[in-house]
């Protein structure tokens, strides 16, 4: 079975801090997805990532894929506010069109 | 471009009540999805299609029924709740079905069954 395991769970920081948030498998994966989420709303796409070692850049979003591509990580610097939500990975599973995701990161950036 | 639609936003049913989730997409979007989000677990895929008249079981497709009579429209039905069936429900669209493409998600209907 195919598992994304996310970590941490939960990090709540102070606006301006830096954080890394990851998504790690014993699968290796032809793409990644990052997704996030706000309250009350669906996922919203971030970024996807094909290439073993891959780094994405958005704004101050970072994503990065392992070189053996089976895990990713995700680094916000000067963290803001508008960066709180829940960041979710995913991946391509077994079956078509089917992604597997992880649980999710709860980020919460206090002004 | 209202995007992916989804009602209702919330509901409550009580165990054995039946009811239908509608989700509607003006993207022209060939491939739609029907997840369950649960506290602690990732987006579990219930049900897909991947084109008008066409449906197809996902990972956790027990309890659920779906149609997709239009494009446009993907109904999820439940004939009989059960309270393992309270979740938030979400659905998505895509242009193609590759794993890499974009998944653009509805606002979500929040289902509690007592």
């Known amino acids: 079975t195919q598992l994304l395991e996310q970590s941490p769970q939960f990090l709540s920081i102070q606006e301006g801090e830096n954080l890394t948030v990851y998504c790690n498998s014993s699968?290796?994966?032809?793409?990644l997805q990052w997704y996030r989420q706000e309250p009350g709303e669906g996922p919203v796409l971030l970024v996807t990532v094909v290439t073993g070692g891959e780094v994405k850049k958005l704004k101050r979003l970072t994503f990065q894929f392992g070189d053996a591509r089976k895990d990713s990580s995700l680094h916000i610097t000067a963290a803001q506010p508008g960066d709180t939500g829940l960041y979710l990975c995913?991946?391509?599973?077994?079956?078509?069109?089917?992604?597997?995701w992880g649980a999710g990161t709860k980020l919460i950036i206090k002004p | 471009n209202a995007g992916v639609t989804q009602t209702p936003k919330f509901r409550v049913l009580k165990t054995g009540q039946s009811m239908t989730l509608l989700c509607a997409q003006d993207?022209?979007?060939?491939?739609m999805y029907w997840y369950r989000q649960d506290p602690g677990m990732g987006l579990r895929l219930i049900h897909y299609s991947v084109g008008e008249g066409t449906t197809a079981k996902g990972e956790v497709p027990d309890g659920y029924n779906v149609s997709r009579l239009k494009k446009q429209n993907f109904l999820l039905g439940l004939e009989s709740a059960a309270p393992s069936q309270t979740s938030v429900y979400f659905c998505a669209s895509s242009y193609g079905g590759r794993r890499t493409d974009t998944q653009y998600f509805g606002p979500g209907t929040r289902l509690t069954v007592l």
């Open positions: 699968s290796v994966f032809s793409s």
């Open positions: 995913a991946a391509p599973g077994d079956s078509n069109y089917q992604l597997i």
């Open positions: 993207m022209n979007h060939e491939y």
